[in-house]
């Protein structure tokens, strides 16, 4: 069965670059969903979208904005990246009709 | 709000012995509930959900989970552990199939030869 894709997998940028994180849902779902894992930690909810628009969002920096596309897919635009952002990037998915939920394995973001 | 309290940081069973990890969530209407497992550096692996219907919640790999509403608890279980067990495990809340979920902190579990 297709799952949540993400790349890039592994990510590596310098303190004050721009990193861009990208996120194919499960075909036929309709909301995307953002969350940060740093480590050790819980993973924290960013930002959702329903049907290409914002639909929540949590504790997500305003060095970071993300969209959807026609096509469904997301992007997590982060800027001026600091040490702390470092940390595993987790992009889920779910139907609203049927309940699914579903997480990506994650892109590491690694700031140096 | 909705929050979930997994009071175990750390468990160590011994291979073959039962497991139980605690789960206490706080939602004022019926939670939708999940247990998640995540092995170091992976993604996370939805073991079991809970969104009606029968209370016992059976999951892949032989885990199962009771929800309590008396007891805000969705704790999980399995009967045998084996040593691929060993990760971390997620308790997490929602308030409906598809809104953005609550992790708990997690519960380290370790498997003793």
């Known amino acids: 069965a297709a799952g949540v894709i993400q790349s890039p997998r592994h990510l590596i940028k310098e303190k004050r670059e721009t990193a861009t994180l990208k996120c194919y849902p499960i075909?036929?779902?309709?909301?995307v969903y953002w969350y940060q894992q740093g480590p050790g930690q819980d993973p924290q909810f960013l930002i959702s979208?329903?049907?290409?628009?914002?639909?929540d969002k949590g504790s997500i920096p305003d060095r970071f904005s993300a969209q959807q596309f026609s096509d469904y897919h997301s992007e997590l635009n982060m800027s001026s990246l600091e040490l702390g952002d470092s940390a595993l990037y987790f992009c889920?998915?779910?139907?609203?009709?049927?309940?699914?939920?579903?997480f990506g394995s994650g892109t590491r973001l690694t700031v140096v | 709000a909705q929050s979930v309290t997994q009071p175990d940081i750390h468990i160590t069973v011994s291979e073959g012995a039962s497991l139980e990890l605690r789960c206490n969530y706080s939602?004022?209407?019926?939670?939708?509930l999940f247990w998640y497992v995540q092995s170091p550096g992976q993604g996370l692996q939805l073991l079991l959900k809970?969104?009606?219907?029968?209370?016992l919640v059976q999951g892949i790999k032989g885990f199962e989970a009771e929800f309590k509403r008396s007891q805000s608890s969705f704790n999980l279980r399995k009967p045998s552990v084996h040593w691929s067990d060993a990760a971390e495990y997620f308790c997490?809340?929602?308030?409906?199939?598809?809104?953005?979920?609550?992790f708990g902190s997690g519960t380290r579990l370790s498997i003793r030869p």
């Open positions: 889920a998915s779910s139907n609203t009709g049927f309940g699914g939920y579903t």
């Open positions: 075909p036929r779902h309709d909301t």
């Open positions: 979208f329903y049907e290409k628009m914002q639909s």
């Open positions: 939602y004022g209407a019926t939670p939708y």
């Open positions: 809970y969104f009606s219907g029968d209370t």
């Open positions: 997490a809340v929602g308030y409906s199939s598809a809104s953005k979920i609550i």
